[in-house]
């Protein structure tokens, strides 16, 4: 079968597609998809420079495969598994980065507990959108557990990550104040913020609390701020940082969590349930076929996209 693969870090160049064996039949509590869509996310992007490597999360290999999101068909299951059964469409998330094979193959084999039943109605491509953006604001708003109605800034608001944030802390009843690009205001308002503070705000933190006195009670920072978007929350509050090294030291007491991704299947499903009532809606920027792989990971790299690059790794 075709898959995304590495043999050395670097640039796009360095991606190529590989025939390699089928994976072995799924072992006890495992699963084995036929992959319809899996997306392309900045980890992806970390995982083929090298940078994750040089951080010490994952040894240099011989061979790394990419991709964390899927949406697709089981195929086969293993010892001990009654759901998902064969021929059911499920979503899901590979949260390991040691991995020979990722998601961005033609079949791969995961944990059941790491798979959802997909939204009805919803398209493969757009599906494939949910598992790690829709989990990672999730764990995040957990880990602040704030209360209906307070205030959450959310930073990259425009972004997968940053959008389904908006989307979920409405439907617990926060108010958000959104930043991002000045011409994503409508986009941001549009999934539920309350306020906006554009991304070129000379001082952030100011600017959130001229409309907030005080200063929020949280921040999801999924534009990478750190003490940026620090300084807009109130003294006491609650901070969620979302990647390796972008938590910022917690200044006047404030909690800080660094959110470390975890596959969850039962709140996946929670937030396929959302996707099928409309409350949390998938955004798919394009669709590639899997050869287009470079395409993607240069468009990502440059910034600007809105929603997720999916790539299809089936043949027409």
């Known amino acids: ?11 796009p160049e360095v991606l ?20 319809e869509a899996a997306t392309v996310n900045p980890v992806d992007l970390a995982t083929r420079s090298g940078a994750l490597a040089a951080a010490g999360l994952m040894p240099a290999r011989a061979r790394t495969g990419l991709g964390w999101d899927v949406a697709g068909v089981v195929e086969e299951t293993g010892p001990g598994v009654a759901e998902p059964r064969p021929g059911d469409r499920v979503i899901g998330l590979h949260d390991r ?19 959802a039943p997909a939204p009805a109605g919803v398209p493969a491509a757009a599906a494939a959108t949910l598992p790690l953006s829709g989990l990672t604001a999730l764990q995040a708003l957990d880990a602040l557990g704030l209360s209906r109605g307070e205030t959450l800034l959310v930073t990259g608001a425009a972004g997968a990550v ?24 409508a986009l941001v308002r549009g999934l539920g913020a309350e306020r ?9 933190g100011e600017a959130v609390r001229t409309l907030v006195p005080g200063g929020v009670a949280g921040a999801v920072d999924a534009a990478v701020l750190g003490a ?3 300084d807009g ?24 969590h660094q959110i470390w991704i975890r596959a969850d299947g039962r709140a996946l499903a929670a937030l396929a349930a959302l996707a099928e009532a409309g409350t949390l809606t998938p955004r798919v920027a394009a669709t590639l076929p899997l050869a287009a792989a470079r395409d993607a990971h240069e468009r990502l790299a440059a910034g600007g996209v809105r929603g997720r690059l999916v790539l299809l790794p089936q043949k027409p």
């Not at 190529?16 to 992959?35: K, L």
């Not at 003294?235 to 969620?240: E, K």
């Open 162 to 185: 940053g959008g389904h944030t908006v989307q979920l802390a409405v439907a617990r009843g926060l108010r958000v104040v959104a930043s991002a690009r000045e011409n994503d205001e």
């Open 228 to 230: 940026t978007a620090l």
């Open 196 to 204: 906006f503070v554009p991304d070129t705000a000379d001082r952030l």
């Open 16 to 35: 190529r597609i590989a025939e390699v064996p089928a994976p072995t039949p799924p072992g006890p509590g495992q699963v084995r998809v036929r992959v």
């Open 1 to 11: 079968m075709r898959a995304l693969v590495i043999d050395s870090f670097g640039g």
């Open 233 to 256: 929350v109130r003294s006491g509050g609650a901070f969620a940082a979302l990647v390796a090294g972008g938590a910022p030291v917690p200044l006047r007491g404030t909690r800080v």
């Open 97 to 115: 980065l040691d991995v020979p094979l990722g998601t961005q193959a033609e079949q791969v084999v995961l944990d059941a507990r790491a798979l």
